[in-house]
């Protein structure tokens, strides 16, 4: 089964849920794809706009060819790109996980909504059952907005 995991790493907090929860899926033997860990070879030496296009492009393509998308979402102060992941994926019709990282955050109606399951952890990354992940859409602790 192949992951698209999906989910900010602009501080070390968000790097290291990133980083667990990439220990998790792999322990579970899935083909995993972490945005995080692609790099565009000589991006550094190209304009930011062309970089841009080739992250997107790579990124998007990922997606296509993944079976889920899971997302480490921080509610409504998650990152757009995130949340591009999160409604691309419900537009072409993707299972989609939302691993709710920060359960004080209010979490938004579009977001739960547009996914296949919410979980309250990454931790239950570990149990989770990939293979059957409809009809368990919501869990008590989202405060949608």
């Given at each position: 089964?192949?992951?698209?995991?999906?989910?900010?790493?602009?501080?070390?907090?968000?790097?290291?849920?990133?980083?667990?929860?990439?220990?998790?899926?792999?322990?579970?033997?899935?083909?995993?794809?972490?945005?995080?860990?692609?790099?565009i070879e000589g991006?550094?030496?190209?304009?930011?706009?062309?970089?841009?296009?080739?992250?997107?492009?790579?990124?998007?393509?990922?997606?296509?060819?993944?079976?889920?998308?899971?997302?480490?979402?921080?509610?409504?102060?998650?990152?757009?790109?995130?949340?591009?992941?999160?409604?691309?994926?419900?537009?072409?019709?993707?299972?989609?996980?939302?691993v709710h990282c920060?359960?004080?955050?209010?979490?938004?109606?579009?977001?739960?909504?547009?996914?296949?399951?919410?979980?309250?952890?990454?931790?239950?990354?570990?149990?989770?059952?990939?293979?059957?992940?409809?009809?368990?859409?919501?869990?008590?602790?989202?405060?949608?907005?």
């Amino acid at each position: 089964m192949k992951v698209y995991l999906a989910g900010p790493f602009f501080n070390p907090i968000e790097r290291a849920n990133v980083e667990r929860a990439k220990d998790i899926l792999k322990s579970r033997n899935l083909d995993l794809f972490v945005p995080m860990e692609h790099f565009i070879e000589g991006g550094e030496d190209m304009p930011n706009n062309v970089w841009g296009q080739k992250v997107f492009k790579m990124d998007k393509e990922a997606i296509f060819q993944c079976d889920i998308v899971i997302a480490l979402y921080y509610g409504l102060y998650s990152d757009s790109g995130t949340a591009w992941e999160i409604g691309f994926a419900n537009a072409i019709n993707k299972k989609i996980v939302i691993v709710h990282c920060d359960k004080e955050s209010e979490s938004s109606l579009m977001v739960v909504n547009g996914s296949t399951i919410n979980i309250a952890n990454i931790e239950e990354l570990s149990s989770l059952d990939f293979d059957n992940l409809y009809g368990k859409n919501f869990y008590s602790h989202i405060a949608q907005k």
